[in-house]
């Protein structure tokens, strides 16, 4: 007879978490925080006549949704077959589609909306990003 207390379902502590997907959440949102912080500076240098960093601009903000999509994928792996818990993935969803929003915004020229938008990214990524490097299990990472 199996033991309710170790059935399959039931959410793993984070120490059981395999360690690869903790680290891919710590890289993968310290990216996409690195990208929030630089953006502002990289917007400051092309609206002054450095118009070569508007593709600058652009680049980063692609690259920001391309680990922001990986993000949404590795916090799902956390969740199934990671066991970890399914609110998990709210925060990379609701990221992800401020960083599209805003991307769709700066090309349509928005930008009483654009720049507020993106002091909340940045935000919000970096606490997201702090986060995870503050939870999850040390012993767990480091023996994978
Ligand atoms: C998460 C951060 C950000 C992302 C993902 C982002 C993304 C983008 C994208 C995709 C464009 C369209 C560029 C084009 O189609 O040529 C754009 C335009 C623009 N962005 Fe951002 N941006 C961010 C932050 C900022 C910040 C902080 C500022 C300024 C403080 C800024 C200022 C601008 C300006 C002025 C434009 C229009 C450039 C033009 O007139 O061609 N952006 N942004």
């Not at 059935?7 to 690869?20: H, N």
């Not at 310290?30 to 990208?35: D, H, Q």
């Not at 590795?74 to 401020?98: D, E, F, K, N, Q």
Request: charged share 10%; no cysteine.
């Amino acid at each position: 007879m199996s033991n309710p207390t170790t059935t399959r379902t039931e959410p793993r502590r984070a120490g059981q978490m395999p360690g690869w997907i903790i680290w891919s959440q710590r890289v993968l949102i310290t990216l996409v925080a690195a990208g929030g912080v630089l953006q502002p500076f990289i917007a400051g240098l092309f609206v002054t006549g450095n118009v070569g960093l508007l593709l600058v601009h652009v680049m980063i903000a692609a690259a920001m949704v391309f680990f922001g999509l990986l993000l949404v994928v590795a916090t799902v792996l956390s969740w199934r077959p990671g066991h970890g818990p399914g609110r998990a993935v709210v925060a990379p969803v609701v990221l992800l589609s401020l960083i599209l929003a805003q991307s769709a915004l700066g090309a349509f020229r928005v930008l009483e909306i654009h720049f507020p938008l993106a002091f909340a990214i940045a935000g919000i990524s970096i606490g997201l990003a702090t986060r995870s490097w503050r939870s999850g299990d040390s012993r767990a990472v480091a023996a994978r």
